[in-house]
């Protein structure tokens, strides 16, 4: 038997939750909300092509082969561009780096490879751009890319991986940027 209770109308005021949507939507992007997750740059193409932007929704799929997933908003250029070039990285953010997170994010309003500025980049093995001092680095060709609804699942195969040892990880929770160390 289950220990997870449903949360009733009537518990909502206790509770603290302030939506009151009729719909799941508005539940829905708030229970995310409480999900904390890694930020990365998902990044690909080269030189005045590239282009990239944050991702909180990636996630394992195998070891072996190892490749992974991350969901891209179907209306980015980075999955455009991503689905142009065939390969991408996927730069997992340290907790110094929540100005890169913003920066990709679109919040100063830098579009395609001005969004790279204030970063030391490079190419690993697929030609993506890699942020040299990420936590880590996985290097991707593109598998295969499922759209659904208002995103697109991109699966990813990994091809290299490079780790920088840095000592803590940039989290997003609540819409906002925690580090933990």
């Excluded at 908003?73 to 929540?98: C, D, K, P, Y």
Aim: charged share 20%; hydrophobic share 45%; proline share 4%.
């Amino acid at each position: 038997m289950s220990m997870m209770g449903t949360l009733r109308v009537d518990d909502k005021a206790r509770a603290g939750a302030p939506d009151k949507s009729p719909d799941a939507s508005g539940g829905f992007r708030l229970a995310m909300r409480e999900f904390a997750s890694g930020v990365t740059v998902v990044a690909t193409g080269q030189g005045d092509g590239r282009c990239g932007c944050t991702a909180t929704a990636i996630a394992s799929l195998s070891m072996n082969p190892p490749s992974l997933v991350v969901c891209l908003n179907q209306a980015t250029s980075t999955l455009a561009a991503l689905r142009r070039e065939g390969v991408f990285s996927v730069n997992i953010l340290a907790g110094h780096q929540q100005d890169l997170a913003e920066r990709f994010a679109g919040r100063d309003g830098a579009q395609g490879a001005a969004r790279f500025a204030g970063g030391d980049w490079a190419p690993l093995t697929t030609g993506a751009p890699a942020l040299f001092d990420a936590l880590a680095v996985l290097d991707c060709r593109v598998e295969d890319i499922v759209d659904r609804h208002t995103h697109a699942i991109v699966i990813g195969a990994v091809e290299a991986v490079r780790l920088s040892g840095a000592p803590a990880a940039l989290l997003h929770w609540r819409s906002h940027f925690e580090t933990l160390e």
